[in-house]
């Protein structure tokens, strides 16, 4: 187990941004976790966890308390069963499960970060979230000082949401379990349109893992969205606002606003979601509201290549973030009378 003092934590986010931890442990076994968030709670000193970095966005002064970043390993793939270690890389773990021909993450190809975080956040896109794929989640119980096993109906999964997120400061993720398709080397059907069109293809269909694994890295390159430390759009913590979720008085207000702003011709993009609630697509409102890729004439600017990454250009701080992403929240508020919720995890600051 490593450990240093005052030690820089920007290095090990995506942003690239944040002061120094006056403590930093790197843990390499569920152990030395369990034992590091133990001796922390013990003494009542802040604890923060680091996992992969991809959603953290952390204050320009840094972090007063216990730094702890979890590095364990561990991969085990059986009959379809997949268990990865928290500290896995989230993206090389998927291309292994493509290479094994099984079904079920392959459009979750490319997401950075550590598999750690997937339940928490119950990471998705391309139409997969990990919810459909987890079977339980093995976590330490800070509350009773117990390591427990959540089955995934305990698990509390909704969009970008789940039981761990809810409780940020009980729960630490050590092991995730996945159950896998093996569907002859083919996908699971696609969900989504976007990926079927790119690969000629009809959304149901299944396509050749491979194939949906590289169209997925393809797309997500072309918005910026796979880390590239020669591209300063991949500098982000990926999507920084979810996409907001309206209940029907809501999006009717919603789109009378759209109609007063755009015409009457508009419609914006409407997903159901569930108990008569729509989601719409926060990049939509961000572009509609005026502010389109590049936006910003600072250090922190609206990436390039996706209205929906806020990047650092080089020279940015964390302030300097928080600035531009007040900007859009207030603009597409006063645009469309939405108010975007941020997806990264802020330490110390605050939006």
């Known amino acids: 187990m490593l450990e240093l003092h005052d030690a820089p934590l920007a290095p090990l986010t995506t942003f690239r941004l944040g002061g120094p931890a006056t403590r930093l442990v790197t843990a390499t076994t569920d152990d030395e976790v369990i034992a590091t968030v133990r001796e922390a709670d013990a003494a009542g000193t802040p604890l923060l966890l680091i996992g992969g970095g991809s959603n953290l966005v952390i204050g320009d002064k840094g972090f007063d308390g216990t730094a702890l970043r979890i590095a364990t390993a561990g991969f085990r793939l059986e009959d379809g069963e997949l268990e990865l270690a928290a500290g896995e890389v989230w993206t090389d773990a998927v291309a292994r499960t493509v290479e094994a021909g099984l079904a079920g993450v392959e459009c979750l190809s490319g997401i950075p970060g550590s598999a750690g975080a997937t339940p928490i956040q119950n990471v998705g896109a391309y139409g997969q979230e990990v919810s459909s794929t987890i079977t339980e989640v093995v976590a330490y119980d800070r509350r009773t000082g117990e390591t427990v096993t959540v089955p995934n109906a305990d698990c509390g999964f909704t969009y970008r949401h789940s039981r761990f997120k809810a409780a940020p400061d009980r729960y630490v993720v050590l092991r995730v379990r996945f159950r896998l398709e093996d569907a002859g080397g ?67 207000t919603f789109l009378g606003r759209v109609r007063d702003r755009l015409g009457e011709d508009v419609t914006p993009p409407a997903y159901p979601a569930g108990d008569g609630h729509t989601k719409t697509s926060a990049a939509w409102l961000i572009d509609r509201a005026g502010f389109t890729k590049g936006y910003g004439s600072g250090p922190a600017r609206i990436s390039t290549k996706h209205t929906l990454a806020l990047t650092n250009r080089g020279e940015a701080t964390t302030e300097d973030l928080l600035a531009l992403a007040r900007e859009v929240v207030a603009g597409v508020r006063d645009a469309f009378g939405v108010t975007l919720v941020n997806e990264p995890v802020t330490v110390g600051v605050g939006l």
């Open 186 to 252: 083919l996908s699971a059907p696609l969900r989504y349109a976007e990926t079927a069109r790119a690969l000629g293809a009809e959304v149901g269909d299944r396509v050749p893992l491979a194939a949906a694994r590289e169209t997925v890295l393809k797309l997500r390159a072309g918005k910026g969205m796979v880390l590239d430390p020669d591209d300063h759009d991949t500098w982000s913590a990926g999507s920084f606002f979810t996409n907001p979720i309206l209940s029907a008085a809501e999006y009717e």
